[in-house]
């Protein structure tokens, strides 16, 4: 991060660029933090499908037996004209039919609802069924009330005694018979449709039959519906938007401590960075070489250098690129032109200069307003036995 601070690349980008670059950061910051605010404000929603409820269709059938001959039980229960309902065996002689009456409940009235019953005679061996014989006795509509569909079917059990009867005789020996009650149920409830489907053996004797369990189904139907659900905002992205605004921010402060950068400084710092290899730093003395020429810019210093083979000697103190080849010195400075990077400028103040030096106004202008005093001076025209000679180096050097 340094490296970057201290680029003068950086530097020169932020002296010709600085206002816009600024500009553009702050607005770059404030977006971010507008639009994270927006992420956390406005979270995104999406459309899932629940589970709302359970559609539950369900089949229960009732038995029921009419005693037509009391016989035997004429007092008991089982006197003549009565109705039996569910119970657990019925007499062959005193019943000979029952009725089946499936009971459906269903979510609504609107619900479609047929009821068929069937009687199947199986021949088994070992556990599996090599034969089998359905007769449909009856299919019915059922009628919906109240969520309920019902309907009834009387069974004849007298035949289905003899045919069992029958069977059994020519299987004789070679597998057994069993006779089932099958109730299958179709219904369609607008939005799920299906078949239910209950079995149980009717087992038969010689003077009574009977119902081995009870006959019952259902079924449930998951009901779904569109739910909006809103998520939470997106982590990643509000601490993205967040570095970003930092950042930004941050690299508006470092630009605007930059701003006062000087493009000429800064191209001039780039330069000298890209031609270190051939920059070395020291002093040059003014009076070296014959001849003085003054170039435009560092690269035409180095330029020069690279054809001369020379090295470019960066003079700190004067602000002066030079390259010395025989006696031509080549260089390039931006204080102004080879005599005016040897002398210093003393800028005087009011009462002394920069050195700490006083000086008394009045000596060197004279108190009506005249020139200065010759005293302070002496004649313009004396040469001055203060300065050493010019071929005396070392002389000069301490100067």
């Known amino acids: 991060m340094s490296d970057v601070i201290e680029n003068p690349r950086v530097d020169l980008l932020i002296a010709r660029h600085g206002r816009s670059l600024l500009i553009a950061l702050v607005a770059v910051g404030v977006l971010s933090v507008a639009a994270a605010g927006w992420v956390v404000a406005t979270p995104s929603t999406t459309t899932v499908t629940q589970e709302v409820g359970q559609e539950r269709v369900a089949t229960d059938v009732d038995t029921r037996a009419e005693v037509v001959e009391s016989g035997f039980w004429d007092d008991g229960t089982w006197r003549g004209g009565s109705d039996l309902e569910n119970n657990p065996v019925y007499l062959l002689n005193a019943s000979p039919s029952v009725t089946l009456a499936p009971r459906t409940a269903v979510p609504t009235d609107e ?147 930059r701003a006062d950068v000087d493009v000429e400084s800064a191209r001039r710092a780039v330069h000298e960075r890209r031609y270190a290899e051939w920059i070395s730093r020291g002093r040059i003395p003014m009076w070296i070489g014959d001849h003085q020429i003054e170039l435009d810019t560092l690269e035409d210093v180095v330029d020069v250098a690279i054809d001369t083979n020379e090295r470019v000697v960066h ?28 002398w210093p400028e003393i800028q005087i103040d009011s009462h002394q200069d920069g050195s700490g030096v006083e ?17 302070l001076f002496g004649a313009a025209d004396e040469p001055s036995e203060s300065l050493p000679d010019s071929d005396d180096d070392d002389a000069w050097h301490k100067l």
Do not use: C, M
């Open 111 to 257: 619900t479609k609802v047929v009821h068929e019953i069937t009687v199947r005679f199986e021949a088994v061996r070992n556990g599996e069924v090599f034969w089998e014989d359905v007769h449909v006795e009856e299919r019915a509509t059922a009628s919906v009330e109240d969520g309920v569909g019902t309907s009834s079917t009387s069974l004849d059990v007298e035949p289905i005694a003899q045919r069992k009867r029958t069977l059994e005789r020519e299987l004789a020996g070679v597998g057994s018979v069993t006779t089932s009650v099958d109730v299958r149920t179709a219904y369609d409830t607008g939005s799920n449709a299906g078949n239910l489907t209950s079995s149980t053996t009717l087992h038969v004797t010689d003077d009574a039959y009977w119902f081995d369990g009870g006959l019952s189904a259902e079924r449930s139907h998951p009901q779904t519906a569109e739910v909006e659900v809103t998520e939470s905002p997106n982590p990643a992205l509000v601490g993205l938007l967040g570095v970003l605004a930092v950042g930004s921010f941050g690299a508006a402060a470092f630009v605007y401590t």
């Open 315 to 342: 003079d700190r103190q004067r602000g002066l690129f030079a390259v010395v080849s025989d006696d031509v010195v080549y260089y390039y400075s931006d204080q102004g032109t080879w005599e005016g990077t040897a």
């Open 359 to 375: 000086f008394d106004h009045d000596r060197l202008s004279g108190t009506d307003g005249d020139s200065p005093s010759s005293d």
